[in-house]
C-alpha cells in the first residue's frame, strides 16, 4: 500500500516547488539519519563490503526512477513497466547466480514481453513502439529493481540493518547527485506544508520497510511475492480515481499479461 500510494504525496512535494529527485534525496537522507541512529555498526558493515555497494546503486536507481516516473507521468503506465522485473530477474539470476532457465522460466519472460509490447504498442495503429521517457523510467527501475532483489540474494549473508542502510543510502546518493548534476537540487522556501510532507514520508516509508522485513520473515515467500503485486492494485486504484493515469483495454490486458508473469515467479519451487 505505501508503494503503491506514493506517487501521490511525491505530487503534492513537486506542487510545492521540490523536484521528484530532491525530494527522494530529502526523504531518504533523512531515513538513513533514523537507521543511524538505531543501527550504527550497520555503516562499518555496509562500508568494508564491496558488493553492498551495488545495492546502493540499485536501490538507489530503483527510487531515483520510479519516484520521477510517477510524478511525471501516466502513473499506470509506469507501474505495469515497472514490473517487468521478472524479465529482468530470469537474466539477472543467470548472469549473476548462475541459476538456469527453464522453460518456465522462458513462459515468464513471453508472458512479460507480451505485456510490453500491449503497453507500448501504438493506440494509432503503426509498427513503431512509443516510448515517453516516463516509460523509460520505468522500465530503467524495474531493471534496477530486479537487480536490487538479486544482490539482496546474494548478500543474504549480511546483517539486515547493514542490506536496509544500503538500500536507504542509495536512495539519498543517487537521487541526490542526479539533482545536483541535473540543476533539480534547489529547495523550496521553508514554509511547513512541503516539509510535513517529507517528514510524513520518512515515517510512512521507515514503517513499510519496517512492516515488509517483519512480514517476510514470518510469511512463506510465495505469499509475500503475491501480495506484494497487490502494489499494482494500490497504484492503478488510486492513479485512476484521482485522474492521474488511464485505462483502455490494450493497457488492460498488456498489465494482465505482466501480472501473470509476476505471478508466476512468485508460485515458482
Known amino acids: 500500500m505505501v ?83 521478472p524479465l529482468w530477474a530470469v537474466l539477472l539470476a543467470r548472469l549473476l547466480l548462475k541459476e538456469r532457465i527453464t522453460p518456465m522460466a522462458m513462459a515468464r519472460v513471453a508472458l512479460a514481453l507480451g505485456g510490453a509490447l500491449m503497453v507500448l504498442w501504438p493506440r494509432q495503429g503503426g509498427l513503431s513502439l512509443t516510448l515517453h521517457p516516463t516509460d523509460l ?10 537487480l536490487n532483489n538479486i544482490m539482496l540474494r546474494r548478500e543474504s549473508a549480511r546483517s ?37 510532507w517529507v517528514l510524513g514520508l520518512v515515517v510512512v516509508m521507515l514503517a513499510g520497510n519496517l512492516a515488509l522485513q517483519y512480514g517476510a520473515s514470518r510469511l512463506p515467500a510465495q505469499a509475500t ?20 493515469g488511464q485505462m483502455d483495454a490494450q493497457l488492460a490486458l498488456g498489465g494482465a499479461l505482466i501480472i501473470a508473469s509476476a505471478a508466476l515467479a512468485a508460485l515458482r519451487p
Not at 546503486?57 to 519516484?67: C, D, E, M, R
Not at 543517487?174 to 529547495?187: D, I, K, N, P, T
Open 137 to 146: 523510467l520505468g522500465l530503467l527501475g524495474g531493471l534496477s529493481f530486479a
Open 3 to 85: 508503494w503503491g500510494l506514493a506517487w501521490w504525496p511525491m505530487r503534492q512535494l513537486e506542487a510545492a516547488g521540490l523536484h521528484p529527485l530532491m525530494a527522494t534525496a530529502a526523504i531518504f537522507t533523512l531515513a538513513v539519519g533514523v537507521l543511524t541512529v538505531w543501527r550504527p555498526a550497520a555503516w562499518q558493515e555496509v562500508l568494508t563490503h564491496p558488493s553492498l555497494w551495488i545495492i546502493v546503486l540499485a536501490a538507489g536507481t530503483t527510487n531515483a526512477s520510479f519516484n520521477w516516473g510517477v510524478t511525471q507521468g501516466d502513473v499506470v503506465r509506469v507501474v505495469l513497466l515497472f514490473y517487468l522485473m
Open 160 to 196: 539486515e540493518a547493514a542490506r536496509g542502510l544500503a538500500m536507504f543510502a542509495g536512495g539519498a546518493i543517487v537521487s541526490g547527485v542526479l539533482a545536483l548534476s541535473l540543476g533539480y537540487a534547489g529547495l523550496p522556501p521553508p514554509a511547513a506544508p512541503w516539509i510535513a
Open 225 to 244: 511475492s503475491i501480495i506484494m503485486l497487490t502494489e499494482i492494485l494500490w497504484a492503478t486504484g488510486s492513479a485512476l480515481a484521482l485522474g492521474a
